[in-house]
């Protein structure tokens, strides 16, 4: 019983009706879908703060849902809408369509969502529509859902994957989207010890797995940093460099540090060059966390000066395509006009990478991309404009023969599917003549 004078928290009739993270979620659907804008903007965190962790949290997965089966909630939708209502509207309605699709208790969904509706100036005005539609829906329930086709890609982004991979694999990675990512950890010391630990599964390339679930700050070992998150192909580019005790390294694109953490393991001398401080904040955070050392340097990678260096690793930036698993906003955000630029700056810094390179020295260059130019057409265009440039073929422990190519390695989110997925990523090692 409560004390005499001590408040306790009162749980309003909002609360109750969810409202307060379905409205968080209104309006990261409506910031996502309208203004382009990714769910780890610091924008989109700003949405958040007003409410309690779990309403945080809550908010947060009803706008992931609901990104991830956009297309299923625009098919059941379409029959029942005469014309597009506008985009606050619709986004009610496919926040609506996916948790009544999910099984959550419709009446409290459809008064949630028509009074969320009915909240804004101009929305207001469609509160009829958004009962009717949802009322509908409500009817057919979860088994109306069940029965619509599972979801597809934007356009933008089908196309070219279609063409490179084939529809099949595409459907794959559509399933893959679907079904959400893992926990992956990568182990500071032993990660067999760490996967006993934490009742973990050591998948072969070392990572260790967990559900996804599971809050990574409350795991036992998270503060002494003995491990650090890290997508299962995140990991390759490291292992495919294999930096050895005392080399000096450089990560040339280094934030939030991920790889920096596994060379620095590995006893290298690590410089760790990002151009963002806001992410270069974070690697500091985990080095420190961690207790593995770096040396740390703000800038952009192409006007970094310093040469002579044993190994570089160039994890460069790219459309993430490769992460669909885990952010289901970017192929709703993104449409691909950025892509272009990407490819100028991945060429130019896979040029300047090799001019910093020692003679004989050894350059990844990594990108979490699905698509083919920012991948192996790269290391074409890098082979013809540096004549005795040579591809290695990876080794690491674990590597599964389904994800080689001529150029390095190939990875889907299709890939490993009966082990959880994993991120889609290419890998090359390449040799710079003259040792
Ligand atoms: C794919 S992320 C790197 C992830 C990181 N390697 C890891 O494992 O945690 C690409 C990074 O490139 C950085 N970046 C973008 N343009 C850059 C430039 N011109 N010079 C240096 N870094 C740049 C971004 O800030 C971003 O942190």
Same mark, same amino acid.
């Given at each position: ?232 192909? +995140?990991?390759?580019? %490291? #292992?495919?460099?294999? $930096?050895? !005790?005392? *080399? =000096?390294?450089? /990560?040339?694109? @280094?934030?939030? &540090? ?9 006893? +290298?001398?690590?410089? %760790? #060059?990002?151009?963002? $401080?806001? !992410?270069? *904040? =974070?690697?500091? /955070?985990?080095? @420190?966390?961690? &207790? ?18 044993? $190994? ?124």
């Amino acid at each position: 019983m409560a004390r005499k004078g001590v408040k306790l928290p009162v749980e309003s009739s909002e609360d109750r009706a969810g409202l307060g993270p379905r409205r968080a979620a209104l309006r990261l659907l409506n910031a996502v879908t309208g203004e382009g804008m990714l769910l780890s903007d610091a924008r989109a965190a700003a949405m958040l703060a007003q409410l309690p962790p779990e309403g945080r949290a809550r908010a947060q997965r009803l706008a992931q849902e609901t990104l991830r089966n956009l297309s299923r909630a625009d098919e059941w939708l379409g029959p029942r809408l005469r014309k597009a209502p506008p985009l606050g509207v619709l986004n009610a309605l496919r926040l609506g369509a996916v948790e009544i699709g999910r099984g959550e208790a419709a009446h409290g969904v459809v008064n949630a969502l028509v009074a969320l509706v009915a909240e804004g100036k101009r929305t207001e005005g469609f509160r009829g529509l958004a009962n009717a539609v949802l009322r509908a829906l409500a009817k057919e329930g979860p088994e109306g859902w069940a029965g619509l086709p599972g979801p597809v890609l934007p356009d933008w982004l089908r196309e070219p994957l279609v063409e490179s991979w084939g529809e099949a694999a595409v459907e794959a990675m559509e399933a893959a989207q679907l079904a959400g990512a893992p926990l992956d950890l990568s182990a500071k010391g032993d990660p067999g010890e760490l996967a006993q630990a934490l009742g973990g599964e050591l998948l072969p390339t070392g990572t260790v797995r967990l559900d996804a679930g599971v809050q990574v700050t409350a795991l036992p070992g998270y503060q002494e940093g003995a491990f650090w998150v890290q997508d299962a192909a +995140a990991a390759l580019p %490291a #292992l495919v460099l294999d $930096a050895q !005790r005392g *080399e =000096r390294v450089l /990560d040339l694109c @280094a934030a939030p &540090g991920g790889k920096t953490l596994q060379m620095a393991a590995r006893g +290298a001398e690590v410089t %760790a #060059l990002d151009i963002s $401080a806001p !992410r270069l *904040e =974070r690697l500091r /955070d985990n080095l @420190a966390r961690t &207790g593995l050392p770096a040396r740390v340097a703000q800038g952009d990678a192409l006007e970094f000066g310093e040469g002579g260096w044993d $190994a570089i690793l160039l994890d460069a930036p790219c459309s993430a395509t490769g992460t669909i698993r885990r952010h289901p906003d970017l192929p709703v955000a993104r449409d691909g006009a950025e892509i272009p630029g990407l490819l100028d700056l991945q060429e130019a810094m896979i040029d300047h990478a090799l001019s910093l390179l020692r003679p004989g020295g050894r350059l990844v260059f990594a990108t979490c991309s699905l698509l083919p130019e920012e991948g192996e057409e790269q290391v074409e265009a890098a082979r013809e404009r540096h004549p005795g440039l040579t591809v290695e073929p990876p080794e690491a422990p674990g590597l599964d023969p389904a994800w080689r190519v001529e150029s390095g390695l190939r990875t889907r989110p299709d890939h490993w599917a009966d082990l959880g997925g994993m991120d889609g990523f290419f890998v090359t090692r390449l040799r710079k003549p003259g040792a």
